[in-house]
């Protein structure tokens, strides 16, 4: 399966939301990674994936993915209603990052529906040039010039600023920009790291090793010590995913591993994007020694727990980008990018974890996956394990959606019943597709004739209607420019009536839906009918008219109806 | 979930209007023209409420486009879109046959002789689990229109969509069915 994931990274090119789904994913993973302070990472890639879906959703739309609605379906409700307790965490760090919780949630919301074309071509652009300099251009690179419109529609996201502050940092030249007043809450910083980075995507990949390096190192300094170190060793030190000290993340450590992120694109980023399922054979063996080393050396500094981020830190990290570097320099991917990685392996051993190796180098429009403690760090385990937490993931909403699946655990069953349900739903189609044409001997569809005659006909209006009627003013709003539509499309030449009428003929249409299955749905689906409905029993007593009203149908149909 | 109102809105109009192209062709229909009529306008306006944003619409568009005589109902449902999308419907099984194909290539390449050897329970049961996974995955594949072409994670997110939007098919025409009925029993 691995094999079958690098091929469709490598076949699904450009459109295809696979692969902005998945860069943006291991761009997602990484910071988000980075900056959930839960112990227990084992769901580690689980909130990237769903805050990455937020994320996502973004990309899609340019991308026309498929999953661009679904995405946005999930993030609003996942931003709204953090199924899991990462989420929560999350989006406390989130808040926490952006020095508002309820921005968070605000750009949460906004995020995919406001500006999420412009985001999604800023984002695509930010991490286009990376890629296309990684892989030859797997991306197709969107335009630059998108950037300059596109940037005034970010959004305060922290996660989407360190992203494009990771692509940035690359360049040890931007490094300026991105030194902040330390006033400024973190998530500033990144923003106008993201802002500035966003100008020079394409230097991203060109930084040496060494450039990362002191470029984090002069971040550090810039920063706060503590989180500076953190940043570094986060560059530095790992982006193998080795058994990330997930459980040593602690809140400031994710915040601090939030900036790392923009950072770590110094960092061996080439050690991360092996890593991730979809690096080139070549690399990885490389890549699992280094990781293997990196493993150990993190594993030691696991073992610490929860250092305090410190000034040592700063010290940390350099070591640790040594030993990475001198390991990684056979690694020819990231251009010289394993020396901070080497370097802080190496200091990894010597003091506490960095809580910086969570994160892994954004660079790589590959997915980024950090490696639990105690499990496999070979690459090939880890793009299974992604993938298999991203079907759960997604299996997590079927079952929301199909009935009946709330209390079914495992793959085998829930797609039992999913096939079910859609086999139920087909068929349904089918049989009420047939009733239909036994109905209606001509396929003439006479709603507004259907409506009228009903409601002519039937002047008992229950008492249950006034239950309903509270809810026609309600589905009105949203009506109201559809049926103009519905109205020019259907019956060229028929106009809106007077709203009174069609409130009046609404009011007595609501009990007829009371026997429909779905009341409540009801009414959203006649309303559409209502103009017609409105129509026509304008045209009863106007035949001339409904003669005009049934212009496209044979005209003696209405006859028939009524 | 999407506002599943506007959806069904959305659906219902363009489903009239494909039912107005279909109706004002033919003159005494058997009940099965009728019926394929109504299925087909149906799908296309359901798959086209979707603006191409998803799979498995583009897919049933694609596969509606295959019949010239279903073109102009596709080309007059799908008239208020962009050209782009219906182009991008029939070149999409095409592109997507081939991705499969070569997908398939490589799986079947890269794939190692399977070493069978004497297997915990464990390893047992796992590998039967897998089996069923993989076999229930093929089902599902062949219900979503343009599923064969999607791997496992894609496949779970059209399906997603696609349930969402056989909801509002089957809501829509069951109301209508029961207006008519209750039209007609009168």
């Known amino acids: 399966m691995d094999t079958s994931d690098k091929d469709k990274f490598e076949l699904e090119k450009s459109n295809d939301n696979p692969i902005n789904y998945h860069s943006s994913g291991g761009m997602s993973s990484d910071w988000r990674f980075n900056s959930t302070s839960i112990p227990n990472s084992s769901l580690g890639l689980v909130p990237t994936d769903n805050l990455m879906s937020v994320c996502r959703g973004d990309l899609v739309g340019a991308a026309s993915c498929s999953s661009s609605s679904v995405i946005d379906s999930f993030g609003p409700a996942m931003w709204e209603h953090p199924t899991n307790s990462q989420n929560l965490v999350f989006c406390d760090i989130n808040a926490q990052n952006i020095a508002s919780s309820s921005n968070t949630v605000g750009i949460g919301k906004g995020f995919p529906f406001s500006s999420r074309n412009g985001i999604d071509r800023t984002l695509e652009m930010g991490w286009n040039p990376p890629n296309s300099m990684l892989k030859g251009g797997i991306f197709l690179p969107n335009a630059p010039g998108m950037l300059p419109q596109s940037l005034s529609q970010f959004p305060a996201d922290s996660a989407f600023i360190e992203r494009a502050a990771r692509f940035s940092c690359f360049n040890g030249g931007d490094f300026g920009d ?19 980075m966003m100008q020079g995507p394409g230097e991203v990949f060109v930084g040496s090793g060494m450039k990362s390096v002191s470029g ?13 170190s953190k940043d570094v060793s986060m560059s530095a030190d790992h982006m193998a995913t080795e058994g990330s000290p997930l459980k040593n993340e602690t809140k400031r450590e994710s915040l601090a591993r939030s900036r790392d992120e923009s950072k770590k694109g110094a960092g061996g980023s080439g050690n991360d994007s092996d890593e991730a399922e979809f690096s080139g054979g070549s690399g990885q063996d490389e890549q699992s020694m280094l990781e293997g080393n990196c493993g150990e050396l993190s594993a030691k500094s ?34 010289g990018d394993q020396k901070p990685a080497s370097t802080t392996s190496k200091a990894s051993g ?85 009733k ?67 409130r009046t003929i609404n009011s007595q249409l609501t009990p007829m839906t009371a026997g429909f299955k779905e009341p409540a749905q009801l009414p959203n689906v006649w309303d559409d009918e209502l103009h017609n409905v409105v129509q026509m029993s304008y045209g009863n007593s106007a035949p001339q008219d409904s003669q005009d009203v049934n212009e496209p149908l044979p005209p003696g149909h209405l006859k028939v109806e009524l | 979930m999407r506002d599943p109102s506007s959806l069904k809105q959305q659906f219902l109009k363009k489903w009239i209007l494909g039912l107005q192209v279909c109706g004002s ?45 279903n073109k102009v109902l596709v080309q007059h449902l799908l008239a208020p879109e962009s050209e782009s999308l219906k182009k991008s419907s029939i070149g999409l099984v095409v592109r997507d046959n081939k991705r499969v194909r070569c997908k398939k290539i490589l799986k079947w390449s890269c794939c190692v002789k399977r070493v069978r050897k004497s297997v915990s329970q464990v390893v047992l049961a796992k590998s039967i689990a897998k089996r069923m996974v993989n076999r229930k995955t093929r089902v599902l594949k062949s219900l979503v229109p343009g599923g064969e072409f999607m791997d496992d994670i894609c496949l779970i997110e059209e399906t997603l969509d696609y349930i969402e939007s056989l909801r509002a098919q089957v809501d829509v025409m069951r109301t209508l069915a029961k207006a008519t009925e209750l039209v007609n029993g009168k």
């Not at chain 1, 002069?218 to 500076?228: I, R, S």
């Not at chain 1, 429009?365 to 690459?379: E, F, K, L, M, P």
Request: charged letters at 25%; hydrophobic letters at 35%.
């Open chain 1, 178 to 196: 991105m030194v902040n007043p330390f006033g400024v809450p973190e998530s500033m910083g990144l923003f106008s790291r993201g802002g500035g």
């Open chain 1, 216 to 228: 984090a190192q002069t971040q550090k300094n810039v920063m706060n010590a503590g989180e500076a």
């Open chain 1, 302 to 335: 696991l073992g610490s727990k929860k250092r305090k981020r410190s000034g040592q830190d700063a010290e940390l990290d350099q070591a640790k980008g040594t030993p990475q570097s001198a390991k990684g320099s056979p690694e020819t991917q990231q251009k």
């Open chain 1, 350 to 434: 010597k003091q506490g974890k960095q809580g910086s190796q969570g994160s892994d180098q954004p660079k790589d429009d590959y997915i980024h996956v950090r490696a639990r403690r105690g499990q496999a760090t070979n690459s090939h385990s880890l793009a299974e394990r992604v993938r298999r937490e991203k079907i759960s993931e997604r299996m997590k909403f079927l079952q929301d959606l199909v009935p009946g699946c709330s209390k079914v655990t495992g793959k085998a069953v829930m797609l039992d019943e999913i096939i079910n349900y859609v086999q139920s739903l087909q068929r349904q189609v089918e049989f009420l597709s047939m």
């Open chain 1, 436 to 502: 239909l044409a036994t109905v209606n001997p001509r396929l003439d569809f006479n709603i507004e004739g259907l409506l009228a005659k009903d409601i002519l006909h039937s002047r008992a209006v229950p008492p249950s209607s006034l239950a309903f009627s509270s809810e026609m003013p309600m589905a009105y709003p949203a009506l109201h420019q559809s049926q103009p539509g519905l109205i020019a499309t259907a019956f060229p030449g028929m106009e809106s009536h007077s709203d009174i009428l069609r």
């Open chain 2, 25 to 69: 062709g033919k003159q005494n229909m058997s009940i099965l023209e009728r019926k394929e009529a109504i299925k087909l306008s149906a799908d296309i306006a359901l798959a086209s409420a979707r603006d191409g944003r998803t799979r498995w619409s583009r897919a049933t568009i694609a596969n509606a486009s295959k019949h010239d005589d």
